[in-house]
């Protein structure tokens, strides 16, 4: 079956995908999904992998539960020091390719292969006292269905991380089906690429409490095609009860743009006192965890990634900041003037001795604590109105 295969070469590793695959927007399902526009997203997983295995210092083992042609879990074996790596699909094909990869990257060894249904060989997993250090779920669409299983098949103190590329529903263009997929309501925002993190980490903390655990979010990340979460999964029913205690609301003023945290599902504008459109329950808590993405820094100038610095640095500045962040050039919009720099725009904010800076959720936000006016009155000072 080696028709229609090409060599494609991803961070340090070659991997056989299929031909059509590298020619079309949507990639086809047959003979197996490849997406190489999912590069950026598997060379960021190198790097946290990495730096988990920096930080446990003990040999781990991974599990890519729906593998594919084996893009990232054979780029795991080849480029981090994960011990042991386990690839899961229920296409056979993609298990072929997947074993090829190993092979023509010599890390056969590393690497075990099984041709099941996720939920089935997560369940089986569990029966034969098998358990995993990180697990990544990547699917076609939304997670949501393999979370609960995941949960239960991370060791205590592993990793999970999450791709979801139902950004439409998790951004508020469906606020509906995610209240049934991850039991919150999205919304259309200007942050609703943070919205929809923020769901898909709540979706993980309400499944952990239910087993007595809990959840710390360590990396979250965004693009126009999919979000993606990185969350270490904690023992004990006290881990479960503190992270329920992160869950609570976001209120979002569609009048004057003001936003709050809320912890009930309701609430008016501190501003104008219009009623607020409102998304969650969701994750109100941290969504970077500022000690482990300072060990990025050094991993991905190790791995040779020099190109995520900038991203791993900026994450590391907003790991502490407020929830949501402005656009500047919508708030420009909305006034009628020309966009300034957002540096400048950060540095007039901290002047004033508000929390500010740019984040990795989008190129021209401003992460801050400065209510709308403030932020208003710099931008119209800086156009010179
Ligand atoms: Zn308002």
Not at 135 to 152: K, N
Not at 333 to 350: A, C, G, M, N
Request: glycine share 8%.
């Amino acid at each position: 079956m080696n028709n229609g295969l090409v060599e494609y070469r991803e961070g340090k590793s070659i991997l056989l995908v299929p031909e059509e695959s590298l020619k079309s927007n949507v990639p086809p399902m047959q003979p197996a999904f490849f997406n190489p526009r999912g590069a950026e997203n598997r060379d960021i997983s190198i790097i946290v992998y990495q730096t988990f295995y920096n930080l446990v210092g003990k040999n781990l083992n991974f599990l890519d539960i729906l593998c594919g042609v084996g893009a990232r879990g054979v780029r795991v074996a080849k480029e981090t020091d994960v011990a042991k790596v386990y690839l899961n699909d229920i296409n056979p094909n993609a298990i072929y390719i997947a074993k090829k990869n190993a092979e023509i990257n010599n890390v056969m060894e590393k690497c075990m292969f099984s041709n099941d249904y996720a939920e089935h060989f997560l369940a089986s997993s569990r029966r034969d006292g098998n358990y995993f250090d990180i697990i990544d779920v990547d699917p076609f669409g939304t997670p949501s269905p393999f979370i609960e299983d995941v949960i239960r098949t991370v060791k205590r103190d592993g990793m999970i991380s999450l791709t979801a590329t139902d950004t439409p529903v998790l951004c508020g263009i469906h606020e509906r089906t995610a209240l049934r997929k991850y039991y919150g309501r999205s919304l259309r925002t200007e942050y609703c690429h943070e919205i929809g993190l923020r769901l898909l980490y709540s979706a993980l903390a309400f499944a952990a409490a239910r087993y007595d655990k809990g959840i710390k979010p360590i990396f979250s990340h965004s693009t126009r095609h999919y979000l993606r979460v990185y969350a270490i999964i904690t023992d004990g029913a006290e881990e479960g009860d503190k992270c329920l205690e992160e869950i609570g609301y976001i209120g979002h003023c569609s009048i004057c743009h003001d936003r709050i945290r809320l912890w009930e599902n309701s609430g008016v504008c501190r501003r104008c006192g219009q009623k607020l459109n409102v998304a969650g329950p969701l994750w109100v808590g941290k969504i970077f965890e500022k000690k482990f993405v300072e060990a990025m820094e050094d991993t991905a100038k190790k791995l040779g990634f020099r190109k995520y610095l900038k991203m791993i640095n900026l994450a590391y500045m907003e790991a502490e900041g407020p929830i949501s962040y402005h656009v500047v050039s919508g708030v420009c919009d909305r006034l009628q003037i020309t966009t300034p720099s957002i540096d400048k725009v950060v540095e007039r904010l901290r002047e004033k001795g508000y929390f500010a800076t740019r984040t990795i959720l989008n190129s021209r936000g401003v992460r801050t604590d400065a209510p709308v006016n403030v932020i208003e009155e710099i931008l119209l000072k800086l156009a010179n109105i």
